[in-house]
């Protein structure tokens, strides 16, 4: 149980285009999600905590005009990185958690995003 | 907010012998959570092991296990009999009993040599 699934796992794309990442959990509800970018051999860097029916919580120096998120149902949270450019490029990973005790946050596969 | 250490950027280890890697982390509450994920080059994230801070026994799961000293802020993971797959980058993690952010320390990297 608790799988997280994130969607696409791999982008290319042009700059100035925008990009919609996916994130679902498929088998619990979850009223928060977190979005992460990590840098190769680096660690998973908070972006921001997606919250169900209310507005994302941004880490500071992360541009909540830039990566837009959107958490519609208790099962889906979605990132946007709207006019992408080559700096946005990186590794971005979603993750929910079971919200019961000392349940761990399980991961999606993340996405790999590359803009030329 | 709470900081999570991880001093060893890079560890090596024979194949079928033990190894310890290192977290100590910072933090004024005395109820949370502790964790170990693995990271393989496919970049998937997955748990290897949990503790709770309340709990004295430690932590195992068949050749993981945790060195929990809740007084020093540590929290070692050691790999028995150590295989190929277990290759990865390894990630501490901290989170308080009444939050759900995690906090991830910056990661070691074991190299495992056959």
Redesign the interface.
């Known amino acids: 149980g608790a799988v997280v699934s994130q969607h696409p796992s791999w982008v290319i794309c042009k700059s100035g285009t925008s990009v919609k990442i996916e994130c679902r959990s498929l088998d619990f509800q979850a009223t ?1 999600m ?1 979005w992460y970018r ?1 840098f190769p ?4 860097m ?1 972006m921001a ?1 997606s919250n169900e029916g209310s507005k994302a919580t941004y880490e500071q120096g992360v541009e909540k005009d830039k990566f837009l998120i959107n958490h519609a149902s208790l099962t889906l949270s979605t990132l946007t990185v709207t006019s992408a450019h080559p700096e946005d490029s990186s ?1 971005y ?1 979603c ?1 929910a ?1 079971v ?1 019961q005790g ?1 349940q ?4 999606g ?2 996405t790999r995003l590359s803009i030329l | 907010a709470q900081t999570v250490t991880q001093s060893q950027p890079e560890m090596s280890v024979q194949e079928a012998e033990t190894v310890t890697l290192s977290c100590t982390y910072d933090t004024s509450e005395s109820d949370y ?1 502790l ?1 170990w ?1 693995k990271q393989p080059p ?4 997955i ?1 290897v092991i ?1 503790q ?1 801070a309340y709990k004295q026994q430690n932590a195992t799961e068949n050749r993981f296990s945790v060195n929990f000293q809740k007084a020093a802020k540590s929290f070692s993971l050691k790999i028995s009999d150590s295989q190929l797959g277990d290759a990865a ?1 390894y ?1 501490c ?1 901290y ?1 308080s009993a009444w939050g ?3 906090y ?4 070691t ?1 074991l190299t495992v040599i056959p």
Do not use: C, V, W
């Open positions: 928060t977190f990590q051999k680096q660690s998973l908070l905590t590794f990973i993750s958690r919200e000392n761990p946050q399980h991961f596969d993340g | 959570y964790f994920y496919s970049r998937q994230m748990l949990r709770e980058m990630f993690a989170r759900n952010q995690f991830f320390g910056t990661g990297s």
